[in-house]
């Protein structure tokens, strides 16, 4: 199978006459993003990676004689 072969069946694939869903309404394109934005898998998780960040800097501003992180 070539490439013009592949673009003819996807040409063809792409010509069916489909139904129209006469179940649900088509949801609206803002609607339809939405499902895919991230989310917060584990709650807290965010807190506590901050938390964790704010002790790992103070203890390396320790350790360094208070340079602060971010002039390293």
Do not use: W
């Amino acid at each position: 199978m070539n490439a013009t072969d592949r673009s003819e069946g996807t040409r063809a694939v792409n010509e069916i006459k489909r139904k129209p869903n006469t179940r649900h309404a088509k949801m609206p394109v803002s609607q339809r993003a939405k499902q895919f934005m991230p989310f917060a898998a584990v709650t807290g998780l965010d807190a506590a990676l901050r938390e964790k960040e704010m002790e790992v800097r103070l203890r390396f501003e320790e350790k360094n004689k208070g340079i602060p992180v971010d002039e390293c």
